[in-house]
């Protein structure tokens, strides 16, 4: 790979799980990963927080717009004046509020992680809902030959004996690899067995540590797990505004 990205930079993009997202987005085709990562376009990012701001990673941008959203007035003010404080002196970053559902203006990276669950939860939405908001976004948001990648929560080997924990408890939807993909898709990855959700926020003094072991234990059984379990507690898809499908 081509890409100057070290891992202190995924480190710092990622935040929480960052082991478990970056390995899966390095699964990736790797020529698909070099014009995603090289591109020096206009960048993206939708939910970005204080803990991963993803849009950074990206070195070649001439802009990068970080992008944050919550319902809750105290929330955002607390986002917004984190993002100015360590962002608003670098002169190719742009902090602004951003609704994945009414993005403004066309960009040829877009890139969140962990945002479709939240907006298409389980009791609110259906799968056709998620496809749906998917493909507003690559038609109308993405330049001819653009890139949405979408880092989503996938549902592990024990996400059914997790459903009163986290995220779960208030119907998150968690999804397979086949329900996101469409024409659009042009690379996915899936990899975690173990790692159904974040101990670095639950245990602040050694949930890190405890994180990082149970990637390591992933990265020995995910792989003898594919042959009877494809679908793994992260997913990376890539879709890509293809001229082909524009008329």
Aim: glycine fraction near 8%.
């Amino acid at each position: 790979m081509k890409f100057n990205i070290t891992q202190e930079n995924f480190r710092k993009a990622f935040g929480w799980s960052w082991r478990l997202y970056t390995h899966t987005l390095l699964k990736l085709n790797h020529k698909l990963l070099n014009d995603i990562f090289n591109n020096n376009g206009v960048v993206l990012e939708v939910g970005t927080s204080t803990f991963s701001q993803l849009g950074t990673i990206f070195k070649n941008a001439t802009r990068i717009d970080l992008g944050f959203f919550s319902r809750s007035p105290k929330q955002k003010a607390k986002i917004k004046k984190f993002l100015e404080r360590e962002f608003n002196s670098l002169i190719n970053i742009k902090v602004k509020e951003c609704n994945f559902e009414k993005i403004e203006g066309k960009y040829n990276i877009i890139i969140m992680k962990s945002v479709l669950g939240g907006i298409y939860r389980e009791k609110n939405s259906s799968l056709k809902d998620v496809q749906s908001g998917i493909e507003n976004v690559i038609k109308n948001n993405l330049v001819h030959g653009g890139y949405l990648v979408t880092l989503d929560n996938g549902k592990g080997l024990i996400h059914k004996f997790s459903k009163n924990f986290g995220t779960r408890k208030i119907n998150w939807r968690f999804f397979n690899s086949e329900s996101l993909k469409n024409k659009y898709m042009v690379g996915q990855a899936t990899f975690g067995l173990f790692s159904i959700f974040t101990l670095q926020s639950r245990i602040p003094l050694i949930g890190s540590f405890l994180d990082s072991i149970i990637y390591y234990i992933d990265r020995i059984f995910f792989p003898l797990s594919s042959c009877f379990f494809s679908d793994g507690s992260a997913i990376v898809t890539v879709y890509k505004n293809k001229i082909d499908f524009l008329n």
